[in-house]
């Protein structure tokens, strides 16, 4: 069966040759950042100590966003969501983001296009796509269409195996585009002998 565009971001899977230890790490977002940042969408960290929407490219990302908590404006309390909207928290006031930045942590990802078998093991890049403002959830995709997979040693992700189960699943046909991934970080803070 066919494959049909549904991205989900970066979605925490397993620890490389374990199971999940569901932890977090925490970092802070500028309340005047006006970027949204969805769940599953790769991060960086700034120079300012903050942390912002990561965009494609030779710089190492931080992780990937999980959520976060900050002083709303129009509820006047302490909002928790899946995504930084862009707005809405009270000025002077940082936003607390919830982040993975494990560096064994394993990520499902859909491709823009089609992934091969051959591709296992190469290091790819990401396109951050539009994230879904009614779930919070990310629209960033691996992207083999502009930037395929290669042995290239700044791309933030290395693919680990293809999702073959369960057969029928969308992401799971290998004929076609639009399949899934398990990616781990390559370029990252953690992993990376350059600081930020």
């Known amino acids: 069966m066919a494959n049909t565009l549904a991205p989900l971001g970066f979605a925490d ?10 932890q977090m790490s925490r970092r802070w977002i500028s309340p005047s950042n006006p970027t949204p940042i969805f769940q599953g969408d790769p991060i ?20 990937i966003f999980l959520g ?15 995504m930084w909207p862009g707005n809405d928290a009270v000025p002077g006031l940082n936003v607390s983001a919830k982040l993975v930045d494990d560096p064994l942590t394993v990520f499902r990802a859909q491709a823009n296009g089609l ?28 992207d083999v269409v502009t930037t395929p997979p290669a042995a290239t ?11 073959t189960d369960p057969p029928g699943a969308n992401g799971t046909d ?4 639009y399949n899934m ?4 970080f390559n370029n990252q803070d953690f992993k ?5």
Not at 117 to 142: D, E, K, W
């Open 13 to 22: 899977s397993h620890r490389l040759g374990a199971a999940p230890n569901y």
């Open 115 to 142: 992934l091969t078998f051959a591709m296992i093991g190469m290091n790819c890049q990401f396109v951050i796509g539009t994230g879904n403002t009614a779930t919070g959830m990310s629209g960033a995709l691996i």
């Open 153 to 163: 040693a700044t791309f933030p992700f290395r693919i680990v195996d293809l999702i």
């Open 44 to 63: 960086v960290q700034l120079s300012t100590g903050f942390i912002a929407q990561a965009a494609p490219g030779a710089t190492q990302i931080g992780g």
């Open 68 to 82: 976060c908590e900050y002083m709303s404006i129009a509820g006047r309390k302490i909002t928790g969501r899946n």
């Open 181 to 184: 991934a398990l990616v781990t």
């Open 174 to 177: 290998t004929t076609t585009p």
């Open 192 to 196: 990376s002998l350059t600081g930020i």
